[in-house]
């Protein structure tokens, strides 16, 4: 199975910040990449998808990019409502597997 | 508006079983494939299941194969989860998600339901 690992697991930034979280996939998975967002207790939010396709709906300071076994997801310019977690999630021939999160916190 | 409600949880004891029901609405539901997904408190997500729009194709994560049965019911826009021999392990909150393969990712979430498995 690929595993999927993220960097950083939490991650301290203030409004305004440039964020990027990276994810690492154990082999290639070409683009078959998605970004989530997820607020405690509700379900997550898909966010980017094809490593680089903006949901619609989602803010554009958001962006994907990447290929191959590396992957990052950039918020421009963090806002108060960006503070969650968010996952990593590729897609490998009927195998799913998701990032172990990545927190990111109010500094 | 899609709309993925799901219910059914609840608490069992190791070893007892329990069925999930996820509800559809807003689209044409026989035409996506749907999954499960699931997330022990406190940890991350982890993939489940995944059933095909006609029922052809399943797959199940290797945690809960032999012991998880994924299903659908077109006519009721509906998707199931079969558990038995559940174990402590298996708590969790367990989402519906569709599958969009145009895009693979999961497009659409349900809020989730809560399965506990304690004595």
């Known amino acids: 199975d690929i595993q999927m690992t993220q960097s950083p697991s939490t991650l301290s930034a203030s409004v305004g910040d440039r964020v990027t979280i990276t994810c690492r996939a154990s082999q290639s998975i070409s683009g078959w990449l998605a970004w989530y967002q997820q607020k405690p207790g509700k379900a997550p939010k898909l966010l980017i998808y094809?490593?680089?396709s903006l949901e619609s709906g989602v803010p554009s300071r958001f962006s994907g990019s990447g290929s191959g076994t590396e992957f990052t997801l950039t918020i421009s310019s963090l806002q108060p409502d960006d503070f969650a977690t968010y996952y990593c999630?590729?897609?490998?021939?009927?195998?799913?597997?998701f990032g172990q999160g990545t927190k990111v916190e109010i500094k | 508006e899609v709309q993925l409600v799901e219910s059914g949880g609840g608490l069992v004891k190791p070893g007892g079983s329990l069925r999930l029901s996820c509800g559809a609405s807003?689209?044409?539901?026989?035409?996506?494939?749907m999954n499960w997904v699931r997330q022990a408190p406190g940890k991350g997500l982890e993939w489940v299941s995944y059933?095909?729009?006609?029922?052809?194709?399943?797959y199940y994560a290797d945690s809960v194969k032999g012991r998880f049965t994924i299903s659908r019911d077109n006519a009721k826009n509906s998707l199931y989860l079969q558990m038995s021999s559940l174990r402590a392990d298996d708590t969790a909150v367990y989402y519906c998600?569709?599958?969009?393969?145009?895009?693979?990712?999961?497009?659409?979430w349900g809020q989730g339901t809560l399965a506990t498995v304690s004595s």
């Open positions: 059933i095909s729009s006609s029922s052809s194709t399943i």
């Open positions: 998600a569709r599958w969009s393969g145009s895009y693979s990712s999961f497009d659409y």
């Open positions: 807003g689209f044409t539901f026989s035409s996506y494939s």
């Open positions: 094809r490593a680089s």
């Open positions: 999630q590729q897609y490998n021939r009927y195998s799913w597997t």
